[in-house]
């Protein structure tokens, strides 16, 4: 059986967590506080989001992460750690405290497998200085979750990390085994995905006709000079009769969205998951990447439409000018940090199954001992979900935008003992209950934005989660 053959290869790893557990042990001794032990062994898993599925009932805390078209899945289950973070020193505090963790910590860790060793989930809040309205409990401004059970595939290999702390008097052994015994009960049977239910109503969060009035004003003041570009997002708000399941959900989006960040983090009776198409910035050695992606036109119903729209939106002054504004904030932010900061000339476009993009990818080579967080800092948020001036555009959006974004829109991603991951904006997403959902999308206003196109395009892009969730068109 498949959980039977990961807790036996696990169970070989039993000399392996007691060496790392009493040379845990003798630093938290001398240190006077809990030190984290890691442990990684190869195994045979076909499917980490079964892990994901079957943890619902078993724990608060648990997470996904995936790039089908890679043929990455990361699920975690349990809090071995975890560290929330507060206000705008948000990403400082949750770096510091990372690697305050990683330097101490005892790790077994096999560098050929996917995951290996010790990673956090990370998730942030888009504006800290937003007044909560109270939805996003559980979603601090900042948050680190380190999981006790760590499943990944890269495809080809997987790989199984238990984490813990340890004390001067914790049993390591104790740890280990009950690990091992959760996850083969978990993965005792055979998953498959359940079928997503179709009683799902729709209503906007704001009255009708107030999210176009937003846009106007907006344009009113691009026009008057007061910014460059804002982005402004809209809620709809999902209720189903029938529980929603996160998981199913997750399975439709890699699914549907290959190409895509599938992402999820659940927190208490609450997951917030979607399936982004912007990587905010990656770090894997000293390199750098990062992609800016803005301006979108909806898929044609034929190849001939589809080219003829991408062309469309290749030629568009207005997604041309909203997309350089993006690719000029970024490249000015890694040219900072890095060198070598490459970026093509002109955009290409970035197909998804609903929408396709203006897309520039860009990349440079890390100068200093940066870890991902402070690249994340240096970035978030960019002009394709904040606008251009920044500090302009958070306020206004504070001021007018009349909902609580919370983590969409903002970092969502992982980060390893180096200091080194990948995260993604939390675009594309919703927040799901277990009977609601808040579903996000948004749009890049500028000076000659006209209201009833731009929410159009949030309709276009919330196409993704209301099929993801069995709902129907806004």
């Known amino acids: 059986?498949?959980?039977?053959?990961?807790?036996?290869?696990?169970?070989?790893?039993v000399p392996s967590m007691e060496e790392q557990a009493e040379l845990a042990r003798r630093r938290a001794r001398r240190l006077g506080r809990p030190v984290l032990v890691s442990v990684t062994a190869e195994v045979k898993v076909r499917d980490p989001l079964a892990l994901f599925a079957r943890g619902i009932g078993v724990t608060h805390n648990r997470l996904f992460w995936s790039v089908p078209s890679h043929g990455l899945a990361v699920a975690g289950l349990g809090s071995a750690w975890s560290f929330a973070a507060s206000g705008p020193g948000r990403f400082a505090q949750a770096a510091e405290a990372w690697r305050d963790l990683m330097a101490t910590a005892a790790i077994d860790a096999d560098p050929a497998l996917p995951f290996s060793g010790p990673m956090a989930a990370a998730g942030?809040?888009?504006?800290?200085?937003?007044?909560?309205?109270?939805?996003?409990?559980?979603?601090?401004?900042?948050?680190?979750?380190?999981?006790?059970?760590?499943?990944?595939?890269?495809?080809?290999?997987?790989?199984?990390t238990v984490n813990g702390l340890v004390g001067p008097s914790t049993s390591s052994i104790n740890l280990h085994l009950s690990a091992v015994r959760r996850l083969r009960d978990l993965l005792g049977r055979a998953w498959q995905a359940p079928r997503i239910g179709e009683a799902v109503t729709l209503r906007d969060a704001l009255p009708a006709g107030a999210w176009q009035a937003m846009v106007a004003d907006a344009v009113a003041d691009l026009r008057a000079g007061k910014l460059e570009k804002v982005v402004l997002a809209r809620e709809v708000l999902a209720h189903t009769a029938n529980p929603f399941d996160p998981a199913a959900t997750l399975a439709a989006l890699r699914r549907d969205y290959p190409e895509t960040f599938i992402f999820a983090v659940a927190r208490g009776g609450q997951t917030f998951l979607g399936a982004s198409p912007e990587r905010l910035v990656s770090l894997q050695g000293r390199t750098v990447l990062?992609?800016?992606?803005?301006?979108?036109?909806?898929?044609?119903?034929?190849?001939?439409?589809?080219?003829?729209?991408?062309?469309?939106?290749?030629?568009?002054a207005k997604d041309r000018g909203e997309h350089a504004v993006v690719t000029r904030m970024l490249r000015a932010a890694l040219e900072a940090v890095c060198t070598e900061v490459t970026a093509p000339d002109e955009p290409a476009l970035m197909r998804v199954?609903?929408?396709?993009?203006?897309?520039?990818?860009?990349?440079?080579?890390?100068?200093?001992?940066?870890?991902?967080?402070?690249?994340?800092?240096?970035?978030?948020?960019?002009?394709?979900?904040?606008?251009?001036?920044?500090?302009?555009?958070l306020a206004w959006i504070r001021e007018r935008e009349q909902l609580d974004r919370g983590w969409y829109g903002a970092p969502v991603g992982w980060i390893d003992a180096r200091g080194q991951g990948e995260f993604a904006v939390a675009i594309r997403s919703a927040l799901v209950g277990k009977y609601t959902a808040r579903l996000f999308a948004g749009a890049g206003i500028v000076a000659d934005s006209d209201p009833a196109r731009e929410e159009q395009e949030t309709v276009i892009k919330l196409r993704a989660m209301l099929g993801a969730l069995g709902a129907g068109n806004v």
């Open 353 to 393: 199954r609903n929408v396709q993009h203006l897309y520039t990818p860009l990349t440079g080579q890390i100068i200093d001992q940066a870890g991902v967080l402070d690249l994340v800092e240096r970035l978030h948020p960019t002009p394709a979900l904040g606008g251009q001036p920044r500090t302009t555009a």
């Open 290 to 316: 990062a992609s800016s992606l803005a301006g979108s036109i909806r898929r044609g119903a034929t190849p001939e439409e589809d080219a003829a729209l991408g062309q469309e939106l290749l030629a568009s």
């Open 1 to 13: 059986m498949l959980g039977m053959s990961v807790a036996t290869t696990a169970l070989r790893k």
């Open 124 to 160: 942030f809040a888009f504006d800290p200085l937003r007044p909560s309205d109270g939805g996003w409990d559980g979603y601090p401004d900042g948050l680190l979750l380190l999981p006790r059970l760590i499943l990944a595939t890269d495809g080809n290999r997987a790989s199984l």
